[in-house]
């Protein structure tokens, strides 16, 4: 069966009220557009959502899942699914996994009763080919979603986490007009060396969302809820569904 919807979200630890503290509403906007986001990959129609966020390497997560920002300063656990006994597949995930279920787990969604998850991470490093075949791999025997984490370039201004890069911000328009216009093809060719230059970590899971799109087949139409670089980094929320 194919691919119906996805949704694109970044993974800062500050979209955690808990984790943000005092500063948390000054990402306010960014919550609303991913709660927006997340919502409607919900009433998609999918029974089961992929959940794809970048890490050292590329591997499949054990069923249910469960992660902590303790290393953020706050002691929060989410969990995302159960088993019988509390038993625990994947425990310590990956910055950009732990955000994505603490999306999906932030608030009750309709849609969500007998929906199934599962969770990949992507090495951040994978050429941009190997993320093309891998998600070109991805289809299930029922209608799926994808909830696709990564962050823009880290390179927006001198305060950013890696100091001001001139290159920065015409790669992210890139990336947002790619987004809003569901541009497989423009995705797919996002250059890994400049993108690791300039800090980005969406680059594999994008480019795993536009072959599991293409793979897909058909018409998509996309809505980019949000764009902007608050603290010198990118970030993007997006929504795709099949025309």
Request: charged share 20%; net charge negative; glycine share 10%.
């Amino acid at each position: 069966m194919p691919l119906v919807a996805a949704a694109v979200c970044p993974h800062p630890p500050l979209i955690v009220p808990e984790v943000a503290g005092a500063a948390a509403p000054e990402l306010d906007d960014l919550r609303a557009a991913c709660d927006a986001a997340v919502a409607r990959l919900c009433a998609s129609g999918a029974r089961s959502i992929l959940v794809i966020g970048a890490d050292d390497r590329s591997a499949d997560l054990d069923f249910p899942f469960r992660g902590s920002f303790a290393p953020w300063g706050v002691p929060l656990e989410v969990h995302l699914g159960s088993l019988p006994e509390g038993r625990v597949g994947t425990d310590g995930l990956p910055l950009s996994l732990l955000v994505g279920a603490w999306l999906l787990r932030r608030r009750p969604v309709a849609g969500t009763e007998g929906m199934s998850w599962r969770m990949k991470s992507v090495g951040a490093d994978e050429p941009a080919e190997a993320c093309a075949a891998w998600g070109a791999k991805l289809g299930q025997s029922q209608d799926w979603a994808l909830l696709v984490m990564g962050d823009g370039s880290a390179c927006r201004g001198e305060k950013a986490p890696g100091y001001a890069d001139p290159r920065a911000e015409a790669y992210d328009a890139g990336v947002a007009r790619a987004l809003a216009d569901a541009d497989i093809e423009a995705l797919l060719g996002l250059d890994p060396g400049l993108s690791a230059q300039l800090v980005v970590t969406g680059r594999a899971p994008w480019q795993v969302l536009a072959a599991a799109a293409r793979a897909a087949g058909g018409d998509w139409r996309a809505e980019l809820r949000y764009h902007a670089a608050p603290y010198g980094v990118a970030y993007f929320v997006a929504n795709w569904e099949r025309s």
